[in-house]
């Protein structure tokens, strides 16, 4: 896709009843404004019976990810390797997929501000990637 509009178009046009489970999207680039963006990954996130999201080789206009606003009651996998999540929203995207037990994601350890502590309770599967950490900053995180 080229647009966030695009995409959200295609996922406007199923309806609640949508039987959709997998979703992958691949070298995406997005040029869009953040409320763009936003409604976008609202829209990904209210898919009824989607099980599994993933981003791979995203090209964002977006450094770090939006966290969606609403809550998925069925997503167990989600993938984003390519976008900054900084502690909190890690924080933020577990309370908003319950379901969640399986996770990969980027994520920034330098900001420590307000630091919640994670509860985990039905990840099972926890991939995380960062650069330039510190043995400080990871004993921090654990």
Partial sequence: FRS???LI????EYDHSCNLT?????SYNCGANQSEYQSMINSIWSLPKLIKRSFNTCVLAHTVFQIPTNISSSLESASI???GLEL?????LIECTPC???LHVYLD???YDNYIPLTLSTLIDLKLDSSHVSAVSLMKFL
Avoid: E, F, G
């Avoid at 178009?9 to 406007?12: M, V």
């Fill in 100 to 102: 969640l037990n399986k």
């Fill in 88 to 92: 909190n929203q890690l924080h933020t």
């Fill in 22 to 26: 997998y979703l992958t999207i691949n």
């Fill in 9 to 12: 178009k295609i996922l406007d």
């Fill in 109 to 111: 350890l330098s900001s």
């Fill in 81 to 83: 390797p390519s976008h």
């Fill in 4 to 6: 966030c509009r695009t």
